[in-house]
């Protein structure tokens, strides 16, 4: 979409401004930023950030139209710019980027729990051929993904599919009115973004205020959920209800589904009086209920039976994830799973933006697309413009089609007809220092081109989820007040998932600090490019002018300390330097005690080289309900001693007690902050009855790299330790203690995922080498076996070596390759 800055300011009520430009991009993420001059940018302040304070900065980039809240003092004199100054700057957004009364298409809005973004892709290849189609990229289905989705609908387009997404009460109505959805179709109701919602009955009538608008002509859903058709019947008056049932035979639409002896699945189904079948290369339970979502539509839009069948026939399955792993010669590898078309290369390249460190310059790889409705020629050109306007320092195009239009591209363009060759002609030797996204077909194997450009080649990997990470996050922070920020540990690396990765994910939930143990760690951070605040925990400090320079803000436990600080702040010209004052309230570790805080005091008030920005102190038994006691004297020490330094300090004094299990247990006192550690990483501290369980985030995979069958009588293994009683089939996986798999986990004492069954291991863990018992299992040499994650939690081995979830998943060796992914 297109307006000029004054069509926008009309849509807010808003006088004309003095400066009429045009409009073609929407901003709400400074980093995201790729044409100054047609942006309007939004200051949207969140619970750990605000927009406002990057307005400078984008000014100085060239950015000239603002929606704020107030005018930033230092740029209220400057006479080139447009000011649009609201209340609220997601509201703005929203009403700026609502569906256009002489839209004449027809729009989509999909709601439900799970399967919405899968369901939205399908939908795109079905119906792609037969209409000129958008949809949102990825799963833009938020407050802001879903305007800026709408935003991205051209004119001309005759089929709009938007996904909108809610995690409490209240969102789905602001939603509804941006969308103005004439189908609206409910995935189902599952447990997914449940803490918003008192029950799943009210999460459905939620839900379904998408549908609340007067366009909307049709709804979609299953109605063997008793809640979602409960909550479908508030909107059935003059709305064309269309639920499908693989239960009532008698439903508006039935349909009935088995797995045929090619291993498709055949989908036979009753509309309208009429039975037909077709098949699809589909299998899981999932795969029925988006399949049945999108048949319903396209019988809905009057599709003939052999044209749905013909489409369905050629639909393939969405890969959703973008893999981040560690490349060659200083390069980061992306690889982009997603879909392979004009659409989604715009959230991929800002997504590579957003990793990019410093030294880095973004190489694109990118094949032929699948074929669009846009014609060629101006598909090409268009992608050739946003790659010059993402600042792509390097372009790989690979297909027939792309070298045909090489002209159209930089001229240090490299084409290739085919992966093969590209593979012939390049080596590693010819990256160095590049964020690489890799963005291609199915068929043009761009994982070849990935495994050659991955730094480290070892099968055993560990999987770290940043979607989870994300989840987690969410999950305590809707147990804090919006004015209490968070404290991110991201230290001992990430608690072994790797914390460059883990820090860039939490500076974009905006996380208020990220918390390291020693000045390294923070250190690297600010050199792969975090900017946000960081906490130094452990900071024995030898280069002050480094912990200065990278404005890591060291924890102060003794006067000692204090005094070295100040020392070198005066020596190095600092003032008004962060520090973080820790506090001895029972764990007895290191911290000042209630004795000392009036000289400790004295020493701030009396310099003017650094100041005391927070105070905190660690909870000793917060997971320890049997210990309440000695928690509360804690707390009610920690309140006594920060009084007092409120009392006696300067300025404010940001406080923070609480860890994970004391944001869970203890909200009454929050304070200004709370630190969130091993929460965050999934890992469940509480009885069950007092947490729910968190996101997986770290998944250790293996493969097994040999099979062999073996009689009774014979052993496996160093000491003969492993003793086969009966005819065995034994796996060997390149996995050992040399890469954190502890000898104590060896003769059996825990079995491994393999196929959807557990395998016991046998033998003794070699230190390169284990190996299982897969005797009864279906295995073949390359299949996958998980050590821990989704199926085996890290709480199970932790029980084995009587320890804590903290040292499984920080004994991870860094020689175990780490890829990290985001659906």
């Not at 839900?207 to 059935?236: F, G, N």
């Not at 390149?734 to 000898?743: E, K, L, Q, V």
Request: some cysteine; aromatic content about 8%.
């Amino acid at each position: 979409m297109q307006l000029s800055i004054n069509e926008i300011a009309a849509r807010l009520g808003i006088h004309a401004l003095p400066h009429d430009r045009v409009i073609s991009s929407l901003l709400t993420d400074s980093r995201s930023l790729a044409n100054a001059a047609g942006t309007l940018f939004f200051a949207i302040p969140t619970d750990g950030n605000d927009g406002h304070r990057y307005i400078s900065e984008l000014y100085e980039l060239g950015v000239r139209n603002f929606v704020v809240n107030a005018i930033p003092p230092s740029l209220h004199e400057k006479n080139d710019i447009n000011w649009l100054v609201v209340g609220n700057t997601i509201d703005a957004l929203q009403r700026i980027a609502t569906r256009d009364k002489h839209f004449k298409g027809h729009i989509v809005g999909i709601t439900g729990s799970r399967g919405k973004t899968t369901l939205k892709e399908w939908i795109y290849q079905l119906m792609e051929p037969l209409s000129d189609i958008s949809r949102s990229p990825r799963s833009f289905n938020s407050q802001i993904g879903v305007p800026l989705s709408m935003w991205e609908i051209d004119k001309e387009t005759s089929l709009a599919i938007i996904e909108a997404g809610i995690s409490k009460k209240g969102e789905m109505e602001r939603l509804a009115a941006c969308i103005l959805p004439d189908t609206v179709i409910v995935t189902n109701i599952g447990d997914a973004h449940a803490e918003g919602f008192s029950s799943r009955i009210e999460k459905a009538s939620q839900k379904l205020m998408l549908a609340s608008t007067p366009q909307t002509k049709t709804i979609i859903y299953c109605s063997d959920y008793p809640e979602i058709a409960d909550a479908v019947m508030k909107y059935a008056d003059g709305r064309n209800i269309l639920g499908w049932s693989r239960k009532d035979e008698d439903a508006q639409l039935y349909i009935d589904t088995h797995i045929t002896d090619k291993g498709e699945m055949r989908i036979n189904y009753v509309w309208e009086g009429v039975a037909n079948s077709f098949t699809a290369p589909l299998d899981t339970e999932s795969d029925i209920e988006n399949a049945a979502n999108a048949l319903a539509f396209m019988l809905s839009q009057g599709i003939e039976a052999d044209v749905i069948a013909e489409r369905f026939h050629h639909l393939h399955k969405i890969g959703t994830r973008l893999n981040v792993t560690e490349g060659v010669n200083g390069c980061s590898i992306i690889l982009d799973s997603y879909t392979s078309d004009f659409s989604s290369l715009r959230p991929a390249l800002d997504f590579m933006r957003r990793r990019r460190i410093p030294r880095q310059s973004s190489t694109l790889i990118l094949s032929d697309l699948h074929h669009e409705t846009s014609p060629t020629g101006n598909l090409y050109t268009e992608i050739a413009e946003i790659i010059r306007t993402a600042g792509i320092s390097r372009f790989i195009g690979i297909g027939k089609v792309l070298s045909e239009h090489r002209e159209l591209f930089p001229e240090n363009a490299l084409f290739f007809e085919s992966t093969a060759s590209l593979l012939k002609n390049l080596s590693t030797s010819d990256f160095q220092d590049e964020i690489i996204l890799l963005k291609g077909s199915p068929e043009f194997s761009f994982k070849d081109v990935a495994e050659m450009l991955e730094t480290r080649k070892h099968e055993t990997v560990l999987e770290v989820n940043l979607d989870s990470i994300v989840a987690n996050y969410n999950y305590f922070r809707n147990s804090l007040p919006s004015s209490c920020g968070i404290v991110c540990m991201v230290k001992a690396s990430g608690y072994g998932a790797g914390s460059y990765e883990i820090a860039k994910t939490l500076q974009d939930c905006g996380a208020a600090y990220l918390a390291v143990a020693v000045l390294d760690e923070g250190i690297e951070l600010r050199r792969q490019g975090i900017t946000m605040p960081i906490m130094v925990m452990n900071p024995k400090v030898v280069n002050y002018k480094s912990m200065f320079a990278n404005r890591l803000e060291p924890e102060i436990y003794s006067f000692g300390m204090l005094k070295d600080v100040i020392a070198e702040a005066e020596k190095n010209g600092i003032t008004g330097y962060p520090i973080h004052i820790k506090l001895d309230t029972g764990m007895h570790r290191m911290g000042f005690v209630e004795d000392e805080l009036p000289a400790l005091m004295d020493i701030i008030n009396s310099t003017d080289t650094v100041y005391a920005k927070s105070t905190f102190s660690h909870l000793a038994t917060a997971d320890c309900p049997d210990m309440d006691d000695f928690t509360e004297l804690q707390l009610e020490r920690f309140n006594r001693y920060t009084g007092y330094m409120l009392e006696r300090s300067k300025q404010p004094i940001l406080r923070h007690v609480l860890n994970s299990a004391g944001i869970l247990r203890y909200p009454e006192h929050h304070y200004d902050m709370a630190r969130l550690g091993i929460g965050l990483y999934g890992a469940n501290t509480l009885p069950p009855e007092m947490e729910k369980p968190l996101a997986v985030v770290s998944t250790l995979r293996t493969v097994i790299i040999a099979i062999r069958e073996y009689e009774p009588g014979e052993t496996v293994g160093y000491g003969r330790w492993g003793k086969i009683e009966r005819r065995s089939r034994i796996a060997t996986l390149p996995i050992g203690y040399a890469d954190g798999m502890n000898r104590h986990f060896g003769r059996g004492n825990i079995s491994v995922m393999v196929n959807g069954k557990e395998a016991p291991t046998i033998g003794n863990i070699c230190m390169d080498a284990c190996m299982i018992d897969v005797t009864g299992i279906d295995c073949e040499v390359g299949d996958s076996v998980e050590i821990f994650g989704q199926n085996l939690p890290v709480q199970r081995l932790a029980d084995i070596l009587d320890t804590i979830p903290y040292e499984i998943l920080t004994s991870v060796s860094p020689r175990v390759k780490r890829v990290y992914f985001r659906e």
